[in-house]
Nanobody, 128 residues
Framework: QVQPVESGGGTVQAGGSLRLSCTASGRTFTGYSMGWFRQAPGKERDFVAAINWSGSNTYYADSVKGRFTISRDNAKNTAYLLMNSLKPEDTAVYYC?????????????????????WGQGTQVTVSS
């Protein structure tokens, strides 16, 4: 399986913004819902946001709702996560992945086990 590649992470001050990107050469995201997850040191990987295969439906964890926006450009085979009003507690490695089942989407929290394969992630650090 071709792993997705995340990029766009970095270090920002609280209140700042970052836009993460996710792509995978040699593998299409067409027909698959996509998700963004994050993992802070010493914690489990946790759901952040999901978007359906067409981009018409999205769902967010309560902790990021109103601050983060997930989107996708199927022509570019790329998904994005725009993060505004960042807080120190947003510090984590951020991962993207496709849902295991094609044409599956529900407006709900997703466990990481529903998604595969995983990339290396991109580090986001928010300083206070």
């Amino acid at each position: 399986q071709v792993q997705p590649v995340e990029s766009g992470g970095g270090t920002v001050q609280a209140g700042g913004s970052l836009r993460l990107s996710c792509t995978a050469s040699g593998r299409t995201f067409t027909g698959y819902s996509m998700g963004w997850f994050r993992q802070a040191p010493g914690k489990e990987r946790d759901f952040v946001a999901a978007i359906n295969w067409s981009g018409s439906n999205t769902y967010y964890a309560d902790s990021v709702k109103g601050r983060f926006t997930i989107s996708r450009d199927n022509a570019k085979n790329t998904a994005y996560l725009l993060m505004n009003s960042l807080k120190p507690e947003d510090t984590a490695v951020y991962y993207c992945a496709t849902h295991r089942m094609q044409y599956y989407y529900r407006p709900t929290y997703y466990p990481p086990a529903d998604f595969a394969p995983w990339g290396q992630g991109t580090q986001v650090t928010v300083s206070s």
